[in-house]
């Protein structure tokens, strides 16, 4: 009889432990939800960009954790809380939305963290309303890798004239080194019979190679076309394309008109 009442108790107690673990699980996995992430960052700050699919459920929150960090806090482009309640497994901070999130949009995620993050973000989609219930956690990697160098130029389109060297000086700022080049911008004219005549610059391409951030002078000169035309005239228009190519980036490229005069 004892051994009988022993195995109730037992048995009642550990019915109350399972009841108890189910009641306090932070999680329910249900399936993946296609979303696709990219992070970037360095030492307490990242930017994660999650991307939803086009079919992708209703979704109300982002939990996020790391290796060995915690996160501390969360700010968005979609308007929501940061919440430390209720998390899945390996995560430690999450953004409860204050609507779905859009489907087939990106919602950009800034996380504050306790120490710098190696490796990958674990992220894990919360259904919406946000509740316990989870989808399949996804690994966001976060670039390491050095940034593009910026291409962001400014011309100053006020030119002075060399008398002496019959040119005109162009100043253009670049953020670092590179190689800035120039060529102007001339439409084909069809001729006789449709055909193309040649086309005639007013002014010779150029290149200058910038060897740290800074102001550098360009030297526009005319061709002998140029030269026709401009004493004919008094003054000639056009327009030019510059381009600034970063060293180890991307180029990029400006159109800018401009009259000449002596």
């Keep these: ?62 939990a996020f954790g790391a290796p060995g960090v915690t996160v501390t806090n969360i700010k968005s482009s979609t308007p929501g809380t940061f919440s430390t309640q209720n998390l899945p497994p390996n995560t430690t901070g999450e953004l409860l939305l204050s609507n779905a999130a859009v489907v087939g949009a990106t919602v950009t995620i800034v996380l504050t963290t306790s120490g710098p993050v190696t490796g990958s973000f674990t992220v894990v989609t919360a259904q919406f309303p946000p509740s316990s219930t989870f989808f399949d956690p996804f690994l966001c990697a976060v670039n390491t890798g050095t940034p593009a160098p910026s291409n962001a130029f400014t011309v100053n389109q006020h030119i002075t004239y060399d008398s002496a060297a019959g040119a005109w000086h162009l100043v253009v700022t670049v953020p ?50 140029g030269k026709k ?34």
């Design 176 to 225: 670092g080194p590179g190689t800035v080049s120039g060529i102007q911008l001339v439409s084909a004219a069809a001729g006789s019979n449709s055909k193309p005549r040649a086309i005639k610059y007013l002014i010779q391409s150029w290149k200058v190679v910038a060897t740290s951030a800074g102001k550098f002078t360009l030297t526009l000169k005319l061709t002998g076309d």
């Design 1 to 62: 009889m004892r051994r009988l009442v022993g195995a109730v108790i037992a048995l009642i107690g550990m019915s109350v432990t399972a009841a108890f673990m189910v009641a306090t699980s932070s999680a329910v996995i249900q399936s993946p939800t296609g979303d696709t992430c990219t992070a970037s960052g360095s030492g307490t700050a990242y930017t994660l960009d999650i991307t939803l699919p086009s079919n992708a459920a209703q979704e109300g929150g982002f």
């Design 229 to 262: 035309a401009i004493k004919s005239r008094g003054s000639i228009k056009l327009k030019l394309s510059i381009t600034f190519l970063p060293k180890n980036g991307k180029a990029a490229n400006r159109v800018i008109s401009l009259t000449l005069k002596t």
